[in-house]
């Protein structure tokens, strides 16, 4: 247990070093250069580089874990609808709340300016996501599943880790029920690809405007999301698996 606790350590702060040193670089390139688009390459290199490390030297797994062969392209399309139902159901309860999580002032423009162009959305939607989920779900998830840590405290703390990395602000709740949900999902499939897909999914569809929809139609929308988003966990839950490799 110690040497697998260990392991999951080492493989973090690797990570860990290797994500602020993509920041740092390419805070520094950006400022000295005064171009915003050289640190959004910046980092779009360095994210690479992490993502080719990880997966390359084998310390997270890319494969489709417990998932039966003849339901792999059904797993993905699942997790493409997991990713957009989750979307669109908290964007719903938000709106139908009045609760306004959105970035305002300078944070806004801000980031806006951060996530602009080709750089700024590979970052956003795709290499920043699945670098998230090298880490939380395949290096500390992962690592902690394969000691005695039982399935439910291994979710909680990489939750909580995930939950942190994107602030303790308004935002932290959104990020713990993502947690937990795709956390679930590596331990019952064994796999990082629907976490993965998920993510870049819920990412790259965050720009969705629900705000001139009357609460009918929220409410629409919010009880055709909760009845897609139970359908695919139900079937990740019942039918994606082959029982016999996680006995």
Known sequence: ME?????????FLLWWSLYLATQIIGTILG???KNTEIMKWTLVAGYLIITVLFFGKGYVKLSFGHIEQHRVWPAIGMSVLIGAALVFTLCSVLFLLDIDLSYQGEELEHRQQFFSGIAGALNACIFGPT???ICFRGIVLGGLLKTRCRPWLAILISTLLFALLHGLGA?????ILFGILVGWLYWRT??????IIIHITNNSLTAIDLSGQTNAILGLILVVSLLLLAYGLWWFGKKSINDSATS
Do not use: D, M
């Not at 040497?3 to 493989?11: A, F, M, N, Q, Y």
């Not at 935002?171 to 990020?175: K, Y």
């Open 3 to 11: 040497e697998g606790i260990g392991k999951t350590v080492k493989l």
């Open 131 to 133: 670098i998230e989920e």
């Open 190 to 195: 064994g796999s990082i690809i629907p976490g």
């Open 31 to 33: 400022h000295v250069l």
């Open 171 to 175: 935002n932290f709740v959104t990020a």
